[in-house]
């Protein structure tokens, strides 16, 4: 059972906005972002909170505020169609969320 | 670019060993904290290992401490992780993940090499 909790699933219509989110108990560090398509490694969407890595859509941002982060996704498009998981670091040890599989209907 | 791969997995039977290798280039490897995060079939993702980027540090997640041990070889380039005592619960994806930043987020995966424990 994972610290940080995450909806299972989330979807969305081309076009939208959504939302996931990541809550723990308590405040901690900074919470990083990942996308999984099927069969695929992990790439990073998302770090320190709210920073994006060069080359990834401005489409995809992060906040955080105490015990909640946020990945959000704005204009949807299928290709966003993946498993998103939020990961944090806790005295050497990282902990990921149960990750969120994200439906673009 | 950064390129990261994996090899040595395979099936071992329970209490059996094996040794991941990830070869690294695109990246000055000596200065990075390298990991191995791991992924059961159809699960999610689960932190495995630190090592500091001179070699000198090792962190295990509790699932693995005692049975595993990593390393790497800055002259060539190559970050290890040699598995002992596997068990069937051992069996996932091992991804070998560069670190960045103050504490480490992981910016670079590696393809992963699949490692079976099963009779």
């Known amino acids: 059972q994972s610290v940080l909790t995450e909806p299972a699933s989330v979807s969305g219509s081309p076009g939208q906005s959504i939302t996931i989110s990541c809550s723990r108990s308590?405040?901690?560090?900074?919470v990083s972002w990942f996308q999984q398509h099927p069969g695929k490694a992990p790439k990073l969407m998302i770090y320190?909170?709210?920073k994006r890595p060069s080359g990834v859509s401005d489409r995809f941002s992060g906040s955080q505020t105490g015990n909640v982060a946020s990945l959000t996704i704005s204009g949807l498009q299928t290709e966003d169609e993946a498993d998103y998981y939020c990961?944090?670091?806790?005295?050497?040890?990282?902990?990921f969320g149960g990750g969120t599989k994200l439906t673009v209907l | 670019q950064v390129q990261l791969v994996e090899s040595g997995g395979g099936v071992v039977q329970p209490g059996g060993s094996l040794r991941l290798s990830c070869a690294a280039s695109?990246?000055?490897?000596?200065?990075?904290?390298m990991h191995w995060v791991r992924q059961p079939p159809g699960k999610g993702l689960e932190w495995v290992t630190l090592?500091?980027?001179?070699?000198?540090?090792?962190y295990y997640a509790d699932s693995v401490k005692g049975r595993f041990t990593v390393s790497r070889d800055n002259s060539k380039n190559t970050l290890s992780l040699q598995m002992n005592s596997l068990r069937p619960e051992d069996t996932a994806l091992y991804y070998c993940?560069?670190?960045?930043?103050?504490?480490?987020?992981?910016?670079?995966w590696g393809q992963g090499t699949l490692v079976t424990v099963s009779s």
């Open positions: 993940v560069k670190g960045a930043g103050s504490p480490n987020y992981f910016d670079f």
């Open positions: 695109g990246l000055s490897f000596r200065a990075y904290n």
């Open positions: 090592i500091s980027f001179d070699g000198s540090e090792g």
């Open positions: 308590s405040s901690y560090y900074f």
């Open positions: 320190q909170g709210d």
């Open positions: 990961c944090t670091y806790e005295g050497y040890n990282w902990v």
